[in-house]
T-cell receptor
Framework: KAGVTQTPRYLIKTRGQQVTLSCSPI?????VSWYQQTPGQGLQFLFE???????NKGNFPGRFSGRQFSNSRSEMNVSTLELGDSALYLC????????????FGSGTRLTVV | AQTVTQSQPEMSVQEAETVTLSCTYD???????LFWYKQPPSRQMILVIR??????QNATENRFSVNFQKAAKSFSLKISDSQLGDAAMYFC???????????FGKGTKLTVNP
């Protein structure tokens, strides 16, 4: 059974640009969440989607957005990139996160220069 | 707001020995779940063990077990017979019942010495 796939693995962008990250969940998983991981702030929740609807949103500016498609694949977009957006972005999927915990992907390492 | 605290930024253990990683959390909720995740250099977060708050029995998964003290809001992870492959960052996480948002601690870096 394939795991959670995130693409690309690494990304370098210039300040002011925008970026789109992709996440393909485990087949059958309808919940997809995104987390930002930085050395200073640790792991922070961005948002969670279920059946194409955003159910939860973390405390991030509106430059961070996401969406989920009918096949449960999800994308997150960051516009007007800032240096502080450099981070590891992790995607996680689950059928039922409370009972089974999330399955995470290997993340996308975004560097903003 | 719920918070998760891991007071040990780094820990080390000799191969085959036992080590305990600490985690405390703060919540006023009664329905919640707790997890330990492992993050090796490959970056992928791997679920190690989970605990339902309503269960008094401590969860166990092979060499991994927890000491769940609900009144003290403590959730420590014990790794027995440590192996070199156990070296990683370990994160304690909390999720409130009905929510999909995981709250993570800052992590503990575990080094296993041969």
């Amino acid at each position: 059974k394939a795991g959670v796939t995130q693409t690309p693995r690494y990304l370098i962008k210039t300040r002011g640009q925008q970026v789109t990250l992709s996440c393909s969940p485990i087949s059958g998983h309808r919940s997809v969440s995104w987390y930002q991981q930085t050395p200073g702030q640790g792991l922070q929740f961005l948002f969670e989607y279920f059946s194409e609807t955003q159910r939860n949103k973390g405390n991030f500016p509106g430059r961070f957005s996401g969406r989920q498609f009918s096949n449960s694949r999800s994308e997150m977009n960051v516009s007007t990139l800032e240096l502080g957006d450099s981070a590891l972005y992790l995607c996680a999927s689950s059928q039922n996160p409370i009972n089974y915990g999330y399955t995470f992907g290997s993340g996308t390492r975004l560097t903003v220069v | 707001a719920q918070t998760v605290t891991q007071s040990q930024p780094e820990m080390s253990v000799q191969e085959a020995e036992t080590v305990t990683l600490s985690c405390t959390y703060d919540t006023s909720e009664s329905d919640y779940y707790l997890f330990w995740y492992k993050q090796p250099p490959s970056r992928q977060m791997i679920l190690v063990i989970r605990q339902e708050a309503y269960k008094q029995q401590n969860a166990t998964e092979n060499r991994f077990s927890v000491n769940f003290q609900k009144a003290a809001k403590s959730f420590s992870l014990k790794i027995s017979d440590s192996q070199l492959g156990d070296a990683a960052m370990y994160f304690c996480a909390y999720v409130q019942g009905g929510s999909e948002k995981l709250v993570f601690g800052k992590g503990t870096k575990l080094t296993v010495n041969p």
